[in-house]
């Protein structure tokens, strides 16, 4: 079945740029109608979305997040990645890759990478 | 931003209870709610989307309603491994998709 798992160093230094990678495994990141997402979570806290992209290359991104955020595709490696820029440590927390399955009233976060802590410090 | 509210934010509850979660919306997002549980240190699982359709291999003592503003996740009878923290999730409009604060529900 497919799996997600999210790579990426965990530590990153106030104002760089946080990159992280999920890689898809068990299935095509190009089949049905699926499209991939990014959502974070800071410890002990609730969780936020961060955008998605489909295969295609169109993306979406919180607004709250946009003017930092860019998300990408490599269907030839089957990834999908993640940069972040300008850190804070407000952007420490747990980073989860996620499968988005859409259809009649629902796009539902239906895959989940086992998500990877990045702290932002220096 | 649509903003999701649960209540309660907390409960305690004993195996076999019937437990109740409440979500509310701060707008109409007509169906387009899902449902999520999570244990610590592990990713979300999806148990309901559209507001009540149980997700593939999720067990039948879940179940969702409600539509508009207003919806519930039940659970008819808790077992041991459903203490957890609960999610509710709009996805009626991705400027941003966003999620409820939580509802923890542990043992009694």
């Known amino acids: 079945q497919v799996q997600l798992q999210e790579s990426g160093p965990g530590l990153v230094k106030p104002s760089q740029t946080l990159s992280l990678t999920c890689t898809v495994s068990?299935?095509?990141?190009?089949?049905?109608?699926?499209?991939w997402s990014w959502i974070r979570q800071p410890a002990g806290k609730g969780l936020e979305w961060i955008g998605r992209?489909?295969?295609?290359?169109?993306?979406n991104y919180n607004p709250s997040l946009k003017s930092r955020v860019t998300i990408s595709v490599d269907t030839s490696k089957n990834q999908f990645s993640l940069k972040l820029s300008s850190v804070t440590a407000a952007d420490t927390a747990v980073y989860y890759c996620?499968?988005?399955?859409?259809?009649?009233?629902?796009?539902?976060?239906?895959?989940w990478g086992q998500g990877t802590m990045v702290t932002v410090s220096s | 931003d649509i903003q999701m509210t649960q209540s309660p934010s907390s409960l305690s509850a004993s195996v076999g209870d019937r437990v109740t979660i409440t979500c509310r919306a701060s707008?109409?997002?007509?169906?387009?709610l899902n449902w999520y549980q999570q244990k610590p240190g592990k990713a979300p699982k999806l148990l309901i989307y559209?507001?009540?359709s149980l997700q593939s291999g999720v067990p039948s003592r879940f179940s969702g309603s409600g539509s508009g503003t207003d919806f519930t996740l039940t659970i008819s009878s808790l077992q041991p491994e459903d203490f957890a923290t609960y999610y509710c999730?709009?996805?009626?409009?991705?400027?941003?998709?966003?999620f409820g604060p939580g509802t923890k529900v542990d043992i009694k």
């Open positions: 992209i489909y295969t295609s290359g169109s993306t």
């Open positions: 068990g299935g095509s990141i190009s089949s049905g109608s699926y499209y």
């Open positions: 707008q109409s997002i007509s169906s387009y």
């Open positions: 559209a507001a009540s």
């Open positions: 999730q709009q996805s009626y409009s991705t400027r941003p998709f966003t």
């Open positions: 996620a499968r988005v399955v859409y259809g009649d009233y629902h796009d539902a976060f239906d895959i």
